[in-house]
């Protein structure tokens, strides 16, 4: 992978990120502490989950679109704003994350973590100019019964891609990205990969499968070069544990590159699918500067006016 991970002390944060930090607390708290659970079976709560998101996205000056279908009985939707590109806006950037928790749970990391970097990086963006297109969703149903199933979110929007003939460059999914620790010991991996990075879970991860490489490469690598914070990144088998495990998935089912990034969950986060997964348990300072860092990545990734021709080499 190009780059470093950082190893050097991170530095105070800056004006700007102790207001992302401001945001995204009020966001995870406001998904999983006001609203809690939200699912098929709390419909009530999923609805008022998506009511929220679309506010903040209208608030910012965002014309919100949703693609609803069925699940259970119950209509559910994705919700989608999109940033067309100047000079090749057939070509998409897709950041997503899902908003719905898993059953009994409250879900502040898994994954109002990720949907309120998604919101922020909503704010970031506002204004861009990009040679690509980009799309920011909400996807529904990530959680089972639905992952992988026809019902995921992702799932559904990334079939309707496919069919659309959509050319969609990247995906970047955002899954479970609030938890960091310097303890060591406190980061487990599958073997082999437990032999080969660290176990210390003070790092943001980007995780492709080998048909991918190429955008988990750039991604990581837009990282490293703004971002003072650690990071890691793997292209692996997708038949490896957790490496498949959230709506990048349903694009790679779709023929699409796409990664996941991610504080790996289960795999650091003790609360994960638990009723303690709340938002009080959230390193919200180090999620200010991976979401910060990450706004960086999007921009290079759609060819931002700051981020040179990058498009050209995305295949």
Excluded at 100 to 105: E, I, K, L, M, P
Excluded at 149 to 161: L, N
Excluded at 203 to 212: A, L, T, W
Aim: proline fraction near 5%; aromatic fraction near 10%; hydrophobic fraction near 35%.
């Amino acid at each position: 992978m190009p780059g470093n991970s950082w190893s050097d002390p991170v530095l105070p944060l800056s004006a700007e990120e102790r207001q992302i930090q401001e945001n995204l607390q009020r966001h995870v708290e406001m998904l999983a502490q006001t609203i809690g659970e939200r699912n098929v079976w709390n419909a009530g709560s999923l609805d008022t989950a998506a009511m929220y998101i679309r506010s903040i996205l209208v608030n910012l000056g965002y014309e919100v679109r949703t693609q609803s279908f069925d699940s259970r009985g119950t209509s559910v939707q994705n919700i989608e704003v999109e940033l067309p590109g100047a000079s090749a806006p057939e070509e998409i950037i897709v950041v997503g994350a899902h908003y719905d928790s898993v059953q009994g749970g409250p879900g502040a990391n898994d994954n109002a973590s990720g949907i309120a970097a998604l919101l922020e990086i909503a704010r970031l963006l506002d204004g861009m100019g990009a040679i690509r297109t980009l799309r920011l969703v909400a996807f529904a149903n990530e959680e089972q019964p639905f992952s992988g199933g026809p019902e995921m979110g992702s799932r559904v929007y990334a079939e309707r891609s496919r069919q659309r003939g959509e050319q969609i460059k990247g995906m970047l999914s955002l899954e479970t990205i609030g938890y960091y620790s310097d303890q060591a010991g406190s980061q487990h991996y599958p073997f082999p990969y437990s032999h080969f990075y660290p176990d210390t879970g003070n790092f943001i991860g980007f995780v492709s499968n080998p048909s991918s490489w190429r955008l988990v490469r750039q991604a990581v690598g837009a990282f490293r070069t703004s971002t003072a914070f650690p990071s890691e990144a793997v292209a692996a088998p997708e038949w490896i544990r957790g490496v498949g495990w959230s709506d990048h998935a349903s694009f790679w089912q779709a023929g699409y590159p796409a990664i996941m990034i991610t504080d790996t969950a289960f795999f650091r986060y003790p609360h994960y699918h638990d009723e303690t997964d709340t938002p009080e348990k959230l390193d919200y300072e180090s999620l200010a500067r991976v979401t910060r860092g990450l706004v960086d990545v999007v921009v290079e990734l759609a060819g931002g006016e700051d981020a040179g021709v990058l498009h050209t080499s995305i295949k």
